[in-house]
């Protein structure tokens, strides 16, 4: 009964929404345009079915996607986006792990064995069958960070060739209580933080290999979440075959580095304490590792695919809408169902972004810029298929007005905030809390931003090339719930469904008014966008503002 009177609440409430939202829309001079969550709905009973497989690129489910939402912007009418065509190849190796059952460490105080899955992970981006690490030297290197502008240096003074660094997740400012909020943006998660930056670090000093120290509050997410590396991977494929990178990167569980630790022939302990000391050097633990894997790999081509609605004053000034349609596919199996659906994660992104598309052709006059439609692949593999068309954009970087990014929805209907993730950053900021404003709510910054949001999805691609990117939804202040209401239905999706079989499409219980909010907000702020002149700028601060400057 709980849940039929959130709906019925809820029903009531997104009636009086789209009240409020056609006055205001009608006071600006604009056509009255909703969007229609018949049609979220209607994609999300196909893109999160068991039909598609779970939507991982290279399978039957990836086949399926693609057709299924080209066939959808060919049917209202949307231009293909790239030169006649509405994909983008995107070239990928698929890498297969294969790990040793154990992984042996080396201790003047007594030899003992790790085990995969329980104890760590590894795997491997090289293009090699046979990987292997004898008796590496063991190096605990604080967070793995270089950062000049902190005076920060984890690797300061050692050579790493041949040795596997020890790492911690997130950042030096992560609840670090003798820290301002200027040292490493206190507990807001930089770049630095994440865990792809300490791959791209310890290759930079010729590691051998990388394992970081998983632990749940730093990472954002619990120990399953790494060990689900062992499945096969994705990778854009490079002219070095990943040769660049470490011979091994994985994770270890907090226990397991609590016994590396305890097996170090190093004095004094507190660890932890000593890396987030600035003037931390590099601890040599006296542990010396040997472990190895096996790789089978599989290169193909994975699609973006990209709809297209030609501006018709400034064609070449674009918005870009994006959404990732991929999500695990068929992989271990949870109380029997092996389906990876993604429904949340992200079927529910790549809906909305078609009822969007479909919002737009019901214009009269088309926008004077061009609106670009980009359903992208490989995004659960690393923002592979965003990544991609960074590298290789089909519109003009600096004519690229705005990227709107969308990643899960919000299905537990109308939130009086919008969460603004990387609040601060842009001037889209002041768009999203205009529109927010419009529809009776207020802004909030990133709730939880010790967990790195801001680089964990494709709107990140797009800012590191100088596009201003808005992420942004409600879901910490439920209109009639109110917030720990809210907070319940976030806390219990993490726990319970992310990448898990679990995350499925539940029409009885999904309250589709809070999609249609946010759904709503984004095409406002994309049409505005579509019909000015000037281009939204970063605000001084951000480190990506030189960039576009």
């Not at 590691?207 to 120290?213: C, D, K, M, P, R």
């Not at 359903?375 to 519109?395: C, D, M, R, W």
């Not at 207020?442 to 596009?467: T, W």
């Amino acid at each position: 009964m709980k849940y039929l009177s959130v709906i019925l609440l809820a029903a009531a409430l997104i009636a009086g929404f789209t009240h409020c939202q056609t006055d205001a829309t009608q006071s600006r001079g604009l056509e009255e345009i909703t969007i229609d969550t018949t049609e979220f709905d209607r994609h999300m009973r196909v893109l999160a079915s068991d039909e598609f497989l779970g939507r991982k690129p290279f399978t039957e489910g990836e086949t399926k996607t693609i057709a299924y939402l080209k066939n959808e912007l060919e049917k209202m009418g949307i231009e293909p986006g790239n030169q006649g065509s509405y994909f983008q190849e995107v070239p990928l190796v698929e890498i297969t792990p294969t790990p040793d059952p154990v992984m042996r460490v080396q201790s003047p105080k007594g030899n003992f064995e790790l085990a995969i899955k329980d104890d760590y992970v590894i795997y491997s981006e090289r293009e090699q069958e046979r990987i292997e690490v004898q008796d590496a030297e063991v190096v605990f290197c604080g967070y793995g960070i270089v950062a000049p502008e902190y005076g920060w240096n984890d690797y300061e003074g050692i050579d790493m060739k041949g040795k596997i660094a020890l790492v911690m997740v997130n950042d030096p400012g992560f609840q670090n209580e003798t820290a301002d909020s200027t040292f490493f943006k206190g507990n807001i998660m930089t770049y630095y933080g994440r865990w792809t930056y300490k791959y791209e670090e310890a290759a930079r000093q010729g590691a051998a290999g990388v394992l970081i120290i998983h632990e749940t509050n730093a990472a954002g997410y619990p120990w399953f979440v790494p060990r689900g590396s062992l499945n096969p991977r994705l990778n854009l494929q490079t002219p070095d075959a990943g040769m660049r990178k470490c011979a091994i990167q994985g994770w270890v569980t907090l226990t397991t580095a609590a016994e590396l630790f305890r097996n170090a022939t190093v004095e004094g302990g507190r660890f932890f304490e000593r890396a987030q000391t600035p003037g931390f050097k590099p601890i040599p633990l006296g542990l010396r590792i040997s472990t190895g894997l096996s790789n089978r790999m599989k290169k193909d081509v994975s699609q973006n695919v990209v709809g297209l609605i030609r501006g018709s004053k400034r064609p070449d000034e674009t918005i870009i809408y994006s959404a990732h349609w991929d999500h695990l596919g068929v992989g271990q199996p949870v109380q029997g169902d092996s389906i990876y659906n993604g429904a949340l994660d992200n079927a529910s992104g790549t809906s909305a972004l078609l009822a969007i598309a479909k919002a737009f052709t019901k214009m009269k006059n088309r926008p004077e810029r061009s609106v670009v439609f980009l359903f992208v692949t490989a995004e659960e593999q690393g923002l592979l298929g965003s990544e991609h068309y960074a590298k290789n954009p089909i519109f003009a970087v600096d004519k690229t007005v705005a990227n709107i990014n969308m990643d899960g929805m919000n299905p537990n209907g109308p939130m009086r905030d919008l969460t603004v993730v990387g609040f601060g950053q842009s001037e889209l900021d002041d768009y999203a809390s205009e529109e927010a404003g419009r529809q009776g709510r207020y802004i909030l910054p990133d709730q939880e931003p010790e967990k790195g949001f801001y680089f964990r999805s494709d709107h990140f691609n797009f800012a590191k090339v100088g596009i201003p990117a808005l992420y942004a939804s409600g879901g910490y202040d439920h209109m009639t719930e109110g917030k720990e209401y809210a907070r319940s239905r976030a806390d219990d999706f993490t726990a319970k469904r992310y990448h898990q079989p679990s995350d499925k499409y539940l029409p009885e219980l999904w309250v589709l008014s809070g999609v249609a909010q946010d759904a709503q907000l984004y095409f406002n702020i994309g049409r505005r966008l579509a019909n000015e002149t000037t281009f939204p700028k970063w605000k001084d601060g951000s480190e990506f503002k030189a960039l576009r400057d």
